[in-house]
Structures are given as C-alpha cells and as structure tokens.
C-alpha cells in the first residue's frame, strides 16, 4: 500500500461510521467499475468497435463535420 493511501484510510478511520460506511460503498463501487471497464476494453471485441469508432470520427472529421471544442463548450 501505498503511503498516500495509508494516510487516506488513516483519515477515513477518524470519521463517523456512517461517513466511513459511505466512503466505503464509493470505494468498493468505484473499484467495480474501474474492474468492469478494464475487462470490456481487453475484450477482442471492444478493440474491435473502438477501431471502427476512431476509423468513423476520422472520416468525420477529414469531411468536414467536426469543430474544436472551446472551454464554453464543456
């Protein structure tokens, strides 16, 4: 474990165990997630759509139907 992460859960441990249980359920589900999304991308399958994808938003914007993107439009 890393040090930052030891002085996280140090950190975690001094709250009320209501915001300790709800820290965790954040956790466990973000940990979920970020498991789920490593195994759809490692699929042959997703290598696959995302190629086509890029392949697609290439072809957009080499015609001319893309624009930048500017800070007001986030």
Request: aromatic share 6%.
């Amino acid at each position: 474990m890393t040090r930052l992460l030891q002085e996280a859960f140090e950190r975690a441990a001094e709250l009320p165990q209501a915001e300790q249980d709800r820290l965790a359920r954040f956790l466990l589900a973000e940990l979920e997630s970020e498991r789920q999304w490593a195994e759809l991308f490692a699929s042959p399958e997703s290598e696959d759509l995302l190629e086509r994808l890029a392949d697609e938003a290439l072809a957009e914007h080499r015609g001319g139907r893309t624009r930048r993107l500017t800070s007001e439009d986030l």
